[in-house]
């Protein structure tokens, strides 16, 4: 029999979410850390939500828990860039070329667009950029490979949110978001997932070079 799973005590969810909003806005930067005491009083809860809320956010990548240096915000480096996009790459491109043969209704991905352009903040942008690929994937028809990008989708955006700090691409990136929902708009499913692909790799490559010369490496050992 399937398990119920136990709901987050609404302390702990408000905890939670904003946590993970400054990390993958760049409020919080990789390596800082997230003391128990200060951020209780912080938030004006006691100290069980927030351990508890920190120990989900161990879970989904963002935070780190060590014995030694306690919580902190996850550091990002060409590796973890590699594995994260890695899976982008995979899932990603086919979830789409899934969603454009079903012809699902792409009116999420369109309105994420048109809220990335008019964002009037990068916080805002940022979200919105979130918002528009996972409206991708999600209508692929497969709840599993859909929950299967969810997962990795926070650690992706903090790839994302270092990456833009150190070198603002957002017109580039816009552009290439555009053509993609063009192709899936137009049917073109092999097209749309090529182009999502290519954007995909194109980005961790530029943030992180090291990232494409290991996996050039890879490559050069299996041929």
């Given amino acids: 029999m399937t398990s119920v799973p136990t709901p987050i005590p609404s302390r702990t969810q ?28 912080q938030f004006g809860v006691s100290k069980t939500p927030v351990r508890e809320a920190l120990k989900t956010l161990a879970g989904t990548g963002l935070v780190v828990m060590s014995q030694y240096k306690g919580v902190t915000v996850r550091m990002v480096d060409a590796d973890m860039a590699r594995e994260v996009y890695d899976v982008r790459l995979l899932l990603e491109p086919e979830a789409l070329r899934r969603t454009v043969c079903r012809r699902a209704s792409l009116d999420a991905a369109r309105d994420a667009l048109h809220s990335a352009a008019t964002a009037s903040d990068t916080a805002q942008r940022s979200l919105a950029n979130r918002e528009f690929h996972r409206a991708l994937y999600l209508p692929c028809g497969n709840p599993l490979l859909g929950r299967m990008l969810d997962e990795v989708r926070d650690q ?68």
């Fill in 14 to 41: 408000y905890v939670l979410e904003e946590i993970k909003h400054r990390i993958l806005t760049g409020q919080l930067r990789p390596g800082q850390a997230l003391v128990e005491t200060d951020v209780a009083a």
């Fill in 156 to 223: 992706a955006a903090l790839v994302s949110a270092v990456a833009w700090a150190a070198d603002p691409s957002w017109d580039r990136e816009a552009a290439e978001h555009r053509e993609i929902l063009e192709l899936a708009l137009a049917g073109d499913a092999q097209g749309a997932s090529r182009a999502l692909r290519d954007h995909i790799a194109s980005f961790v490559e530029r943030a992180f070079p090291e990232a494409r010369e290991d996996r050039e490496e890879e490559g050069g050992r299996h041929s």
